[in-house]
């Protein structure tokens, strides 16, 4: 049975930093969106595609509303997120205090289970449709999000967390049961409907030579999976991890060595990486998650985005809210960040490179860009609804918006969830704004 979205349509074909922006950038205004089975079958004007569908074909109308590909949330961690916006520490007095005693409550497979819930609900409400998730220590914490993803046959990555060190000890697995339980866990999900399984080793303070090696066997056992981690994010950080592998050359080092560093590799911040480090990544095609919500809150630093993807050995970056140290689930306030960490570079974020940055751009950082991150012919039927006057300030600015750039760069500085009209998950609605039903 068909689906089709009538409204605006905006999408990407390719990236913008390295492509001239009228290339890949898509525009449709009053544009339709065919959906069938979980994918979409065409992309054009309402004009052209209207008078060839059957006449019983239902359309939702969001006519004067824009169609995105859902958001791609490239690095985010699902059990903080009953701890968002935990006061005044730096990242690893922040990870003692807050987040090691967050995720100790999921040994409780009830408690997981809830808070997936929340959480995807909170995704769907920003028009996240695809996240790429921490989970915590526990197997069930990883069943649970994963079984309430695939409730909605959501395509999602997540994965245990690996840590045998520099933790409590509730908190704390081993190198053996880093790999055996990510194995079978691994086994149970990837692939599964659309779930991916991301081997996720937290971070190199928090795992054993041993543990990180287990990871890496993994990671060569099965290439087709994600890696995540953390890599230099605040600078006691940096300093306690090269203490800790005094062999490494540098912190990319550290998980180069043992294997770590491959395609669908994605590590968090990368804010005070060397150009020798950012070589590493660009090599073995490892990306990076430009947390920039998250990098302001804790004091961290932030990330110049322009400067890695346009250097001569330029690197992936995906865009991720990094929850709970990021401090917001929408998008578009972790693009009106990201613009801020560009200027305090020295540089901008233009609207359009933003709006890749948050769908294409994550989804290729991931290994997913032929599947999700564009509404094109046979990618994955995943869509969000923005609404282009979601607020009375938003509607009076929009008054004075000139063109297509002037109109996105409003919404990321001005918009956030109160824009999310819909989000469409495999073609099906999962979220409505108001509860209301399109005819
Ligand atoms: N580094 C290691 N773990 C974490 C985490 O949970 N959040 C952030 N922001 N950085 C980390
Ligand atoms: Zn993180």
Not at 47 to 67: C, F, M, N, Q, R
Not at 135 to 150: G, I, N
Not at 215 to 242: K, M, Y
Not at 368 to 375: I, P, Q, T, W
Request: charged share 20%; aromatic share 10%; net charge negative.
């Amino acid at each position: 049975m068909k689906l089709c979205l009538r409204g605006d349509v905006l999408t990407y074909s390719g990236d913008p930093w390295t492509h001239p922006v009228e290339e890949v950038r898509h525009y449709i205004e009053d544009g339709l969106v065919v959906m069938e089975a979980g994918r979409i079958m065409a992309v054009g004007t309402a004009a052209e595609l209207l008078p060839g569908l059957e006449s019983k074909t239902p359309v939702h109308d969001y006519s004067g509303h824009l169609l995105l590909p859902g958001f791609v949330d490239s690095h985010v961690h699902y059990p903080q997120t009953e701890m968002i916006g935990a006061y005044g520490r730096q990242l690893i007095d922040w990870l003692n205090t807050y987040a090691f005693v967050a995720e100790q409550r999921f040994a409780d497979p009830d408690h997981a289970a809830e808070v997936a819930r929340v959480f995807l609900r909170e995704l769907w409400r920003n028009g996240v449709t695809t996240a790429s998730v921490f989970c915590t220590v526990f197997p069930q914490s990883v069943d649970a999000l994963f079984t309430a993803a695939a409730e909605h046959n959501m395509r999602i990555i997540a994965g245990k967390v690996c840590m045998d060190r520099h933790a409590p000890a509730a908190l704390c697995d081993t190198a053996e049961r880093a790999y055996t339980e990510s194995r079978a866990l691994l086994e149970r999900w990837h692939g599964r409907g659309r779930a991916e399984y991301a081997i996720t080793p937290r971070f190199a303070p928090t795992s054993t030579e041993a543990q990180l090696e287990a990871c890496g066997t993994l990671a060569r056992e099965f290439p087709d999976t994600v890696i995540q981690s953390h890599i230099s994010e605040n600078v006691d950080e940096v300093a306690w991890a090269q203490s800790l592998f005094p062999e490494a050359r540098h912190y990319a080092d550290i998980y180069a060595r043992f294997g770590l560093f491959r395609p669908r590799a994605i590590y968090g911040h990368g804010i005070h990486l060397a150009e020798e480090e950012l070589d590493c990544l660009h090599q073995s095609r490892t990306a990076l998650a430009h947390c920039p919500t998250s990098n302001f809150f804790l004091g961290s630093g932030y990330l110049d985005v322009n400067r890695l993807k346009l250097r001569d050995k330029p690197v992936r970056i995906g865009l991720a809210t990094d929850l709970g140290a990021g401090t917001s689930f929408s998008m578009l306030q972790t693009l009106n960040e990201a613009y801020k960490a560009s200027k305090l570079s020295g540089s901008s974020l233009p609207a359009s490179h933003a709006f890749y940055l948050a769908t294409l751009g994550s989804a290729t950082a991931l290994g997913l860009e032929d599947r999700v991150g564009a509404l094109a012919p046979g990618r994955e039927a995943d869509v969000a609804v923005l609404d282009w006057r979601s607020t009375p300030l938003i509607e009076y600015r929009m008054r004075y918006a000139d063109d297509l750039e002037e109109a996105l760069f409003v919404q990321m500085t001005l918009a956030d969830d109160r824009a999310i009209v819909a989000t469409y998950v495999a073609g099906q609605r999962v979220h409505a704004r108001d509860g209301a039903v399109s005819p």
